[in-house]
């Protein structure tokens, strides 16, 4: 079983920077790969960005990329997303996930757990 808390959101305006957390509990959090994924009103939850289990590798939607970057610290059992260069459009609910699939998964069928998400509104 993993536990998944976010945290980071908020206001920002375009052009800037925020830093989004996840904090995993368990035991395995170091054997799952984990993406971000983000919810707009209305629309579907759609991928961000994954980076494997070992944090070797690592997959971006091209909406982001260059934009956003995912790391994790296994030390402290968590994971980032680190946006930069904030568009109107990256507003949404994000959401952290964790998934026993191998590799960098990028469908949300892949992932077993998620978190509860934290909203980014970005103003223009």
């Known amino acids: 079983q993993v536990q998944l808390v976010e945290s980071g959101g908020g206001l920002v305006q375009a052009g800037g920077s925020l830093r989004l957390p996840c904090a995993a509990s368990g035991r395995t959090f170091s054997s799952y790969a984990m993406g971000w994924f983000r919810q707009a009103p209305g629309k579907n939850r759609e991928f961000v960005a994954a980076i494997n289990w070992s944090g070797g590798y690592t997959r971006y939607a091209d909406s982001v990329k260059g934009r956003f970057t995912i790391s994790r610290d296994k030390s402290k059992n968590t994971v980032y997303l680190q946006m930069n260069s904030l568009k109107p459009e990256d507003t949404a609910v994000y959401y952290c996930?964790?998934?026993?699939?191998?590799?960098?998964?990028?469908?949300?069928?892949?992932?077993?757990?998620w978190g509860q998400g934290t909203q980014v509104t970005v103003s223009s």
């Open positions: 996930g964790a998934s026993r699939v191998g590799g960098t998964p990028s469908f949300r069928s892949e992932y077993d757990y």
